[in-house]
């Protein structure tokens, strides 16, 4: 439950606490669950429980061959609060997990794969596993609600406090079953929402619409319950756009700014930029151009003023919003994701009801079968695939994407109906495919660098459904020689047929160089201003290299790294994705392109004005000239010359509204 946090601010009667009190009652022998991603069976959970609260929980999924399989032993005391953890099994990686936690009277002690710990403390503490379990979140909320002003310190670091938001009565045999709505907060940066059943266990957690986990035998009323964790989060998340954005009542007029043109890479120093509404309405020198009367006016002092960014790989989710802000993303295209739950946040973001930046789509298509992608669009005949590509475009998606388990076969249909259609058409390259060859059916981009290497590693490793299409990498990248014929006239092939690369490589970087017990390199600049549990996730380590083959892992990641350096030298369109954090990821995604050998205004380019044309909303956005749409960022430093300055933006402008990072930050549990 660590993915997600929470507190949704609803103060309800206490009327609504009995139903959650039963905690006390007798639990029942055993609980089961079922696991369900997008819809689909994924996995399964089981609570088999003792007299004096122990509990033994086993909880196993499975995501395109990826996925963990633990299982926990647990006991408590009178508070529920635990005294003993144990969990083995393996994490998502496959990578072997054994964690061991202990409370006694000279205080508590804790080791897993990623950390190990003591604290002498005695007041009450909550321990959340490394490894956790769905079920945790019950235990969890049944402490916090014994608990004095239902908060409760949490081991190794933080503190989690609970709102019951109310009950549910569901269907149940002929009768009526009452659930228990409650949000926690402190786990990470967003409402972490879990429903109750009336003996005090865990009865679901939507898991916010991706990988949902509900009582055996009432996997049909997921979807309601998910509606209402999304009316939560629509209130909370409301009330922080209330909060956070600030709109010029009479224009903006920003002074003394050093402006970036990522058409030319030249920054020109003490300008003026003009906003009225929405819209840029005049750039000029200073002094040069009268100021709107009311206007609100800013004195950048000779900061760095540039376009807003493009995060060009996204899977958006409420709490994407304001991390993408503060990070000077105003604009970002999700990659797959469930209809409703992305036109609802396009809805709120685009309205300014909530925080968050633009929203272009693309709609995911992906085969049935044991490594299927999360998603409910599958499709296995030439009819479904081709209903689905012209729903997503009367929808008004802008791209397609293809993934690995498609059968190959309904590649060409897919991608001329999606050009008809005036659709971009990109992806992973579905198995037994090469990356040649779906450039030469029409591929407009590729997602993710691992594809292109693998276009060369098709007779060793044919099925690409699996995580051996990371393992591939790890074995084989280092291999490769990048100034080869093959290798050169492949890269000419995606140059000569405009097709662009969307490598991501900041996702790459954990997975291949991290190290379990230390921080994902990717997030080392910034994993200690992180709520303290969002920083454990950052500790499990990446991918497990065979023995003896960690350092050639390394170089296969600096393989992938070398080939985005290729591409740029020899004019292969890049975007800027992360797959990965909102925000931070995107930061180090940056820097990333910049070691690869890409001088920084050109990454700038990049993230700004080449995302913008790919979109073909180079009118709008992408540069800070009259006319455009007001998404510009303010930053110290000059990211133009020092890339690692990206990560010092002082204000956000996003449609002509105005947020500042640092507010954001306190917000959402960020150091500033």
Same mark, same amino acid.
């Given at each position: ?19 959650? /009190? ?20 994924? /996995?399964?959970? @089981?609570? +088999?429980? +003792? ?11 499975? &995501? ?44 508590? @002690?804790? !080791? ?9 403390? !005695? ?12 079920? &945790? ?62 003996? #005090? ?40 756009? =209330? ?12 002074? /003394? ?8 890479? !030249? ?8 906003? =009225? ?36 790989? $996204?899977?958006? @989710? ?21 209809? &409703?739950? %992305? ?40 009819? &479904? =695939?081709?209903?689905w590509v012209d729903r997503y475009a009367d929808l008004g998606y802008e791209q397609i994407k293809l993934y690995s388990s498609l059968d190959p076969k309904l ?15 990109? #992806? ?7 990356? *040649? ?46 100034? $080869? ?105 940056? *820097? ?39 998404? %510009? ?29 640092? *507010? ?9």
């Amino acid at each position: 439950f660590m993915r997600r946090a929470a507190l949704c601010l609803i103060v309800l009667s206490p009327a609504v606490l009995p139903a959650v /009190g039963h905690a006390a009652d007798p639990a029942p022998t055993e609980a089961r669950y079922k696991a369900l991603m997008f819809g689909n069976p994924a /996995g399964a959970a @089981s609570c +088999r429980m +003792r007299a004096g609260g122990g509990r033994d929980c086993d909880f196993e999924y499975n &995501d395109r061959g990826r996925g963990p399989k633990l299982h926990q032993v647990m006991e408590v005391d009178a508070q529920g609060l635990p005294t003993k953890v144990e969990v083995t099994g393996n994490d998502y990686f496959k990578v072997p997990v054994k964690e061991a936690f202990a409370r006694e009277a000279a205080g508590a @002690s804790w !080791s897993s794969q990623g950390e190990s710990g003591k604290n002498a403390a !005695s007041a009450p503490a909550f321990y959340v596993s490394f490894n956790n379990l769905p079920t &945790d979140g019950a235990v969890l909320a049944l402490a916090l609600l014994r608990a004095k002003d239902h908060r409760l310190t949490l081991l190794p670091a933080g503190e989690a406090r609970l709102h019951v938001l109310g009950e549910k009565k569901l269907p149940a045999g002929g009768s009526t079953r009452t659930v228990s709505h409650v949000a926690i907060q402190g786990l990470g940066f967003s409402p972490f929402y879990l429903w109750l059943d009336a003996d #005090g266990g865990l009865f679901a957690d939507t898991g916010g619409g991706w990988l949902g986990v509900v009582r055996e035998g009432f996997e049909s009323v997921l979807p309601d319950l998910l509606k209402e964790d999304q009316r939560a989060e629509t209130e909370y998340f409301a009330g922080l756009g =209330a909060q956070l954005a600030h709109r010029p009542a009479k224009g903006l007029v920003i002074t /003394g700014a050093r402006l970036f043109d990522p058409a030319t890479g !030249s920054v020109t120093p003490g300008t003026t930029i003009v906003v =009225a509404g929405n819209r840029i309405q005049a750039v000029a020198a200073d002094g040069s151009i009268p100021v709107p009367d009311g206007a609100q006016k800013i004195d950048a002092r000779g900061r760095f003023v540039m376009p807003g960014m493009w995060d060009m790989h $996204s899977h958006l @989710s409420s709490s994407d919003g304001p991390l993408d802000i503060a990070a000077g993303v105003t604009s970002a295209r999700d990659m797959a994701n469930d209809i &409703d739950i %992305l036109t609802a946040l396009k809805t709120s973001w685009d309205s300014g009801q909530a925080v968050g930046p633009r929203v272009h789509r693309a709609g995911f298509i992906d085969g049935p079968g044991p490594y299927a992608g999360p998603s409910k669009v599958l499709v296995d005949n030439p009819k &479904d =695939a081709l209903m689905w590509v012209d729903r997503y475009a009367d929808l008004g998606y802008e791209q397609i994407k293809l993934y690995s388990s498609l059968d190959p076969k309904l590649v060409p249909p897919i991608i001329t109906e999606a050009h008809r259609r005036g659709l971009r058409v990109s #992806g992973h390259i579905p198995a037994f495919m090469t990356a *040649e060859q779906c450039v030469k059916l029409g591929f407009d981009e590729i997602q993710h660098a691992n594809f292109l290497l693998l276009n060369f590693f098709a007779k060793e490793v044919p099925d690409t459904r699996t995580p051996a299409r990371f393992h591939a990498i790890g074995e084989r990248g280092a291999g490769l020689d990048l100034q $080869s014929r093959p290798v050169q006239d492949f890269i000419h092939l995606l140059r000569d047929k405009h097709v662009v690369s969307d490598p991501t490589l900041v996702t790459f970087e954990g997975m291949f160089l991290g190290k379990a017990g230390e921080i994902d390199p990717a997030f080392a600049a910034v994993a200690d201003r992180l709520p303290p549990q969002v920083r454990r996730g950052f500790l499990g380590g990446g991918l497990q290299a065979p023995a003896g083959m960690e350092e050639r892992y390394h170089q296969g990641f600096r393989a992938m790294q070398h080939m985005v350096g290729e591409l740029y030298k020899n004019g292969v369109q890049i975007v800027a994705g992360t797959d990965s954090l909102a925000g931070f990821a995107y930061h180090r995604e940056l *820097e990333l392109y910049v070691e690869a050998g890409i001088p920084a205004p050109v990454v700038l380019r990049i993230a700004t004005l080449d995302a913008a044309r790919v979109m073909k909303s180079d009118g709008e956005v992408g540069t800070v000239a009259p006319g455009m749409l007001a998404d %510009l960022i303010v930053l110290d430093g000059d990211p133009s010359v020092r890339i690692s300055d990206i990560r010092k933006v002082q204000l956000v402008i996003k449609d002509g509204v105005l947020y500042h990072p640092d *507010e954001i930050d306190r917000a959402i549990g960020v150091l500033p």
